[in-house]
């Protein structure tokens, strides 16, 4: 069961890669990606977290056309359940179910699951595409797109922070 927490009582560590999912959808039709390029922080007076997605991954067409979506944080006794969702695609698999996670709605009707820890519901406000002419550093653009496949950044206010208990 969640329960709404203030912003305040969020506690995200920023070098905690492996431990959080994105989501986008509606409840009943979405996907989830392990995602850990991205952070929080606090930009156009609001509260805020921000993603990066690859076109070529299932849930970028979910969170690309959809209006919000949701981080939620799992603790450390979920790792093998990430690790699914990580490397399978939910274009050809149920790896929602292989990984023996539980959808549920947040109150706002976006897609959670049961197991997390911590949710963060996000409403979209920005979205870009990363491209190799904003690199001033041009060895982590060889390093990480060197096929260029850039990524899209997505950034969300974040309106809800809900909490398991």
Known sequence: MFKEITLKDFIY??????????????????????????????????????????????TFQFIDEGDMFTLSFFSEEYADALKICGEKTGKLSDKIAEAKLTPVPTPAGNPTFDEADIVLECRKMYAQDISGDGFVDKAAQNLWYASGDFHKMFVGSIVHVLKRF
């Open 13 to 58: 560590n920023p070098s905690d890669e492996s431990r959080w999912i994105l989501s986008a959808g509606s409840h009943n039709d979405f996907n989830a990606m392990t995602a850990n390029w991205g952070g929080v922080g606090y930009i156009w007076n609001k509260p805020v977290a921000f993603a990066f997605v690859r076109p070529t991954r299932h």
